[in-house]
Structure formats: C-alpha cells, structure tokens
C-alpha cells in the first residue's frame, strides 16, 4: 500500500533563517506531489506541484522554492523565512494531474517563525 | 479561473443529528469531479466522498451524502446521525477533468459534533 511521510512535524524557527521540509511517498511510482500551506481561515493555499523529477509549477510568488530530486521525494525550502511563512504545511501526492482528483496527504508539518 | 466557496466557516451539530454543509463554485469547464475532504483534530486529511459531474445520481457514502445541483453550481454534504468523531474541518474541492490544473479546495467548514 502506499504511504506518505512528511517532516519534521513541528518546527520553530527565527525570521532570516532557512527553511527545509521533506516529504516522500513509498508505495508508487511517479505520483504528482503537492505542497499546501493551511493558514487559519484561509483555507488550503496551493504552493507548489510537480508532475516529475525535477518540474516544479509555482502557484504563489513567495520565498519559498521546492525541489525534487527523486521521484517519490519532494522538498520545501526557503533561504529567509519571513514571520508570514507560518502555518501548517501539507504534501499530498496523487496519480496523474488528479484525473479523478483524490489525494492523498501527509500528516502535516506546523512551522512557527519568531 | 476556478473557485470554489464554502460560506459556513464554523458549524455544530449534536450527536445523532444531520447537518448540512454548503459548497458553491465556479468553472466554465462541462465536465469536473467535486470533493468532500475531512480533516480532524489529527490533521491527517481523508477524502470523505467524490461526485463526477456528468453523473446525476448524489453521490453516497454510508452516512454521507451529497446533493449536487449542476446548474446551480452547489454542492453540499450531508452527514446523518452525526457522531463525535466526525468533529473535524471540512473542505470542498474541485478539479475539471481535462486534468491540467491541480485541485481547488474552499476556505473550509469547522464543523463540531456535541454530544
């Protein structure tokens, strides 16, 4: 069965400081990965999404980047954080571009920026 | 450019009761798929039910169901005897089927179930 894991699940960091978070997927073969931000009453915030190695599509300008270096790995980075990237960070993977849309999720990653 | 609405930010039910949580969008696409996802305290988000577009038949899954109105771009989610665990946030999502854009999910609905 497939599986996804993300982490760390909880991080607090200080404003300028870098930023990584890392999400893989067990259990299939070129899935689609997804990074949300979930900020309170906004909702989920599509960041970023990669259909393959090494293709990423942004959503959001931001100082954030993501990565994927591996089929199944996908990470997210920041060089500088800022107070606003706090939030609760979601990957999640699908089969292809969510032709029949479920995704499925990691447990979530809840960074604070101080 | 797609979106989705859900109005309701938070709700409560008691336990054994239904409720109904509301859901409009918009797309000039024909044919999509609408998502309930449900989201508890955990965190770990699960999809609750899925209903295709050029399917006139509400989608159900055991206590949930939902009522999809094409027309009028609706699509809400009914839960039946609600129980104490299905305290959680729900979002609508949707994503047309010609697959070139990731899903689009609503603000979500906080919804508690008290017993």
């Known amino acids: 069965s497939q599986t996804i894991h993300q982490w760390p699940a909880t991080l607090v960091q200080p404003v300028g400081s870098p930023l990584s978070l890392e999400c893989t997927v067990e259990g299939t073969s070129n899935p689609n990965l997804y990074w949300y931000r979930q900020a309170a009453g906004r909702g989920l915030q599509l960041l970023f999404y990669s259909v393959g190695i090494g293709q990423i599509s942004s959503e959001v300008p931001q100082n954030l980047s993501a990565s994927r270096p591996q089929d199944r790995q996908f990470i997210l980075s920041s060089k500088k954080l800022l107070l606003s990237d706090s939030g609760f960070y979601l990957c999640?993977?699908?089969?292809?571009?969510?032709?029949?849309?479920?995704?499925?999720f990691g447990e979530g990653s809840r960074l604070t920026v101080l | 450019a797609q979106t989705v609405t859900q109005s309701q930010p938070e709700m409560s039910v008691q336990e054994a009761e239904t409720v109904t949580l509301s859901c409009t969008y918009d797309?000039?696409?024909?044919?999509?798929?609408l998502f309930w996802y449900k989201q508890p305290p955990s965190r770990q988000m699960i999809l609750v039910i899925r209903q295709e577009a050029y399917k006139q038949q509400n989608a159900t899954e055991n206590r949930f169901s939902v009522n999809f109105q094409k027309a009028a771009k609706s699509f809400s989610l009914k839960i039946s005897d609600s129980q104490l665990g299905d305290t959680a946030m729900y979002f609508c999502a949707f994503i047309p089927n010609s697959g070139n854009t990731p899903l689009v999910f609503g603000k979500g609905t906080r919804l508690s179930v008290i017993a």
């Open positions: 797309t000039s696409e024909s044919n999509y798929y």
């Open positions: 999640a993977w699908s089969v292809g571009l969510a032709s029949t849309g479920e995704l499925f």
